[in-house]
């Protein structure tokens, strides 16, 4: 049995990985990162905006806070939106100190711009690559540092002891495929574990999210115990292309482009969908209104509306949006300049995860997350525009200090069960949500082995035979299940929810999970075997969806991303709370948590969010 | 084992292109391609919209792909389709088996740097009008295969640590919260070094780096150009990366064929990189005589 050791595990190598990675390096700890894409492939490098930070005259990082408060509708906790504004001026300078090719002003300073739904432009960027430029940066350093990296590793299991109550249990490691050589290895960390695996993206069939991204980490959290917070909350891009998802920037808009319906009509003004801001309303807006088009047949192939920019004229598309046109060309086959781009809404981004605190702690100790899998909670029910990247830095940095010891002092937003004040008794669900059977088996054993070397060896004997099972066995096609998955979810959990939708969708992820039951990998090879892995990942988008589903069919309002049919206002007297799922070893158990309004100096007032 | 198909690029030496020159040529392909297009699409009757795909196979380990050999996979073709959508189509619906690496689809991420009717290019990057039929996809030539499309990429790592891939100075500014500064030029002189995606497609067209395991190649050679034209390093920093590009498998080994730069997805001008560090490593070396 091959058991790699070390002192801080980090698992996943974007953003918020290396980040974690550095942090624990700097503390001294013998720290490797183990992750399935060597970590310059991460979707990191597709963040084109920027890096929120106050580093201005004129701004401070309370202006940034209250911002973020805003942009969250008053669902994210001060706290740690209040860490995140404080740190990330420190965060981006030490970008700048490592070589970050930031743009710049005519002084040398580093650029930044306004960004939607900021009191100041503090989006610190470089080029439209900013995300490129950050990943690229990050791992020059982590090379530097002579970090051992295991990159084309699929850690697939965590170790964790199986106490009763979540909040007994402890990390001892993980467990990961060698996906170049089959081999299935243990990884013992003394200090810690830090998921970092970024978005879920691929629940939905239509995502700008990296085919990679299936939410490994949340998914393996929450079956280990750690509660899933806010997972109804997911934001849709308005502009991207069909056939791929790849997004168009809202620079188009910004500069005059017009969105039309198959009757030539602009709809945003024609149908009053956002009769002052039309184009360049708020991204949940915009997507809405598309989406309606198509649904009352005004919409191209019954699919998308077009985005036209010809009027613009070729030399103004040329100087501006020129990286507009490649995009066009290369991934749909369109050139703007002569014809207007189909577009339709996108998955795009996560505002929910793994429950942690601001110190990236979960409630099982020595369990950690950071970036897009985890939700301390930064950004609520809504995500503002240049707030991921700092996101990632911040709580990556925090992550890996602490897990190799760092002292960062007690924090105040509380994790685990323990923190529920109140339960959710009237959930009408169509099906019973959870696990088939073998109801605790991601666990270490019965009978509680709490040795950390038995813990790790048990669970990787567990998924060895998981695996060896998987290729044994010829059964349904793993992908025939993802794509039913992907199709329901984006028919009934898109940016328009309504319960009977909510609950044909839980009724297709049973579904799902019972043809799971018999998935089987019909490739026999060791060597780089991608049906196995993409199995794996299947049952993780499993879990995942259904509790975004879940959480969505609780949430009765109008919150953010968060759209009701039948609950059209925000309803700020019962639901400024966290949507908490327990896995609870197998039956899904929902509670809340309430949001923490209390910051350092002041305490925020919720207002209508309007801009 | 490796395909070591090797298609002979049929340019020769050529004076430095400008900046400018590859950008206004950049649009005048892009322009050819959207004629072809149009051709391509006119041509389309209904029997046509089957693409054919001839994908190499190689499994160390299973019997019937021990010897590489090419599958053939009929894909439904749709307007805006990639090659990396028609091999995900093929693997969905056909053979699960059938792998590559992908990961973005957007061009970013750099894993699906193939072959392509013999030319390095990146998978979702390439549509399939722009092609002739039946497209022949294979493993970048040049490294080892480890199974069908996936190639090792370790010698490409490990030539990219070659060069000390990270930024490195002694002086940084004391002040609170204060940055380095960087002119625009300078910033705007690094700025498409700094766009790699450390997909390969250079290296795997080089005819050098074929022959000469050791030569560092247009990849890492552009990533030390990256650092030591980047004023915030200082002087003394520029003249260590130049003595490690200078060295006997570096900048000197490359013969302008410019298939590198004509292969990269990012439109870097890598020769034209290259050329500069040896002119730079000239200059330098002057000083001491």
Redesign the interface.
């Known amino acids: 049995m091959r058991i790699h050791e070390h002192d801080v595990i980090v698992v996943g190598a974007g953003g918020a990985g290396l980040r974690a990675a550095i942090a624990a390096h700097e503390e001294g700890a013998d720290v490797a990162m183990v992750t399935k894409?060597?970590p310059?492939?991460?979707?990191t490098?597709?963040a084109e905006g920027g890096i929120n930070a106050a580093?201005r005259d004129g701004d401070d990082w309370e202006l940034h806070a209250y911002d973020t408060m805003k942009g969250s509708d008053y669902l994210g906790d001060a706290p740690v939106i209040e860490t995140l504004a404080q740190d990330a001026?420190?965060e981006v300078?030490q970008l700048?100190?490592?070589?970050m090719?930031?743009?710049?002003?005519?002084?040398?300073?580093?650029s930044q711009r306004p960004f939607g739904g900021l009191s100041f432009p503090r989006t610190t960027y470089a080029?439209a690559?900013t995300g490129?430029?950050l990943l690229?940066?990050m791992y020059?350093?982590v090379?530097?540092r002579g970090i051992k990296v295991y990159d084309e590793f699929y850690v697939s299991r965590l170790a964790v002891t199986d106490h009763d109550d979540p909040e007994d249990r402890e990390c001892h490691g993980c467990v990961a495929y060698d996906i170049?050589s089959g081999d299935v290895v243990g990884f013992r960390a003394t200090g810690g574990v830090i998921l970092a695996t970024g978005g879920d993206g691929q629940v939905f069939d239509h995502t700008t999210n990296?085919?990679?991204n299936t939410g490994d980490g949340p998914a393996m959290a929450y079956r280990v115990g750690v509660p899933a917070e806010d997972m109804e909350f997911v934001q849709f891009h308005p502009t991207t292309?069909?056939?791929?998802?790849?997004?168009i920037s809202e620079g188009v808009r910004g500069e005059g482009g017009i969105l039309y319906n198959s009757k030539g009509e602009r709809f945003m003004f024609e149908y009053g969908y956002a009769n002052n801001a039309g184009e360049l309303a708020s991204r949940d807006v915009v997507s809405r209104a598309e989406l309606t088009e198509v649904n009352n047949g005004r919409g191209i192939n019954d699919e998308y509306v077009y985005l036209d920019m010809r009027h613009l004229g070729d030399e103004r598309i040329y100087d501006r949006l020129e990286n507009i046109?490649?995009?066009a060309?290369?991934?749909?086959?369109?050139?703007p300049v002569e014809e207007p781009m189909p577009v339709k809404p996108g998955q795009h981004y996560h505002m929910g995860g793994i429950e942690t605190d601001e110190n990236g702690e979960t409630c099982i100790s020595g369990l950690y997350a950071a970036g897009e899998c985890a939700c301390a909670s930064v950004h609520g029910s809504n995500r503002l525009g240049g707030n991921a990247l700092p996101e990632l830095i911040v709580f990556g940095a925090r992550a890996g200090h602490h897990a190799a010891g760092r002292d960062l002092g007690e924090a105040k937003v509380q994790t685990g069960p323990s923190a529920e004040t109140e339960a959710e008794e009237n959930l009408d669900t169509p099906v019973e949500p959870g696990a088939i059977d073998a109801a605790n088996e991601d666990v270490a054993a019965d009978g509680a082995l709490v040795e950390p070397e038995e813990v790790v060896e048990y669970a990787v004997e567990a998924e060895r035979h998981r695996i060896e099972d998987l290729l044994a066995h010829d059964g349904t096609?793993h992908?025939e299940i993802r794509?039913d998955l992907q199709k329901a979810m984006t028919e009934n959990v898109n940016v328009f929810r309504e319960k009977e939708g909510l609950k044909k969708a839980l009724e297709v992820i049973r579904e799902c999970r019972e043809r799971y039951q018999d998935v089987g990998?019909?490739?026999?090879?060791?060597?780089?075997?991608?049906?196995l892995i993409h199995t794996i990942e299947t049952r993780n988008l499993i879990d995942i969806a259904e509790t975004i589903t879940l959480g969505a069919l609780a949430r009765e309002e109008f919150r953010g991303a968060h759209w009701r049919r039948e609950h059209q206002e925000r309803r700020d007297d019962e639901w400024l709370k966290h949507t908490m799922i327990a896995w609870n070893d197998g039956s899904p158990r929902l509670y809340y948590k309430p949001v923490i309004l209390e910051g350092e100096n002041k305490t925020y007032e919720p207002k209508i969010r309007s801009y | 084992m490796s395909t070591q198909i090797q298609e002979q690029e049929t340019e020769t030496e050529t004076e430095t292109e400008q900046t400018s020159e590859h950008q206004t040529r950049r649009l005048a392909e892009k322009r050819e391609r959207a004629d072809m297009r149009e051709r391509a699409e006119a041509d389309l009757s209904d029997a046509d919209e089957i693409v054919r795909l001839k994908i190499f196979r190689y499994d160390p380990e299973v019997e019937g792909k021990k010897d590489p050999r090419f599958d053939t996979f009929e894909v439904p073709f749709g307007k805006g389709m990639t090659v990396l959508d028609a091999l995900i189509y093929a693997r969905d619906h056909f053979d699960s088996s059938l792998t590559f690496r992908h990961s973005c689809r957007q061009a970013i991420c750099g894993s699906d740097a193939l072959f392509v009717n013999g030319r390095q290019q990146l998978g979702c990057k390439t549509q399939l009008s722009d092609l002739e039929w039946p497209v022949r996809i294979e493993p970048l030539p040049h490294a080892e295969v480890v199974k069908d499309l996936v190639v090792d990429m370790e010698h490409f790592y490990d030539q990219m640590e070659a060069v000390e891939p990270y930024f490195q100075t002694n002086e940084l500014p004391k002040g609170e919260l204060e940055e380095q500064r960087q002119t625009r030029e300078n910033r705007e002189k690094v700025k498409m070094s700094t766009r790699c995606i450390w997909c390969s497609a250079c290296m795997s067209s080089c005819n050098i780096a074929a022959g000469d395991n050791k030569y560092l190649g247009p990849a890492a050679i552009n990533k030390a150009y990256r650092f030591a034209m980047d004023e915030r390093e200082g002087e003394d920093m520029k003249e260590h990366r130049l003595n490690i590009i200078e060295q006997e498998h570096g900048v000197w080994r490359c013969q302008t064929q410019f298939s590198c730069t004509v292969v990269c997805p990012k439109d870097i001008p890598l020769t034209e990189h290259i050329q500069e560090l040896k002119r730079e490593a000239v200059k330098s070396n002057l000083k001491f005589w």
């Open positions: 894409l060597h310059v492939r991460s979707h490098g597709a580093l001026p420190e300078i700048e100190h490592w070589g090719p930031f743009s710049r002003e005519d002084d040398g300073r580093v080029g690559e490129h430029h690229h940066t020059e350093q090379v530097k170049k990296a085919v990679a292309l069909p056939s791929t998802g790849v997004l046109i490649h995009l060309e290369d991934f749909e086959g369109v050139n096609n992908a794509e990998v019909s490739d026999p090879s060791r060597t780089y075997n991608t049906d």
